[in-house]
């Protein structure tokens, strides 16, 4: 098997666990942010410029259920999804 191969299929598999811790942690956050306002990763989907499909965009929410600008992590986030969707020359 050609060595890009198998970058490409951990990558893949990488890209999978993520998506799923990411859907678990959500999932979990807005369930009690629904039920007593706490903050948590929450979501929202825009629709992105450069391919008009539209994508999820995590955000942090405060106690108040306010959602935050983003910040490092919510950047951090929506970069590790736009490289994995889109390649990492978009990524930032």
């Given amino acids: 098997m050609h060595p890009s191969l198998l970058i490409y299929r951990k990558c893949s598999l990488l890209y999978a666990l993520l998506l799923c811790f990411l859907t678990i942690s959500i999932a979990f956050g ?8 706490s903050s948590g990763l929450t979501y929202s989907w825009e629709v ?3 391919t008009s499909l539209p994508e999820p965009v995590f955000r942090l929410k ?3 259920s306010q959602v935050l600008p983003a910040t490092g992590w919510t950047i951090y986030f929506n970069s590790i999804k736009k490289a994995f969707l889109y390649g990492a020359d978009t990524a930032t």
């Fill in 48 to 50: 992105n410029l450069k």
């Fill in 30 to 37: 807005q369930q009690t942010a629904s039920s007593n306002n």
């Fill in 62 to 64: 405060n106690m108040n």
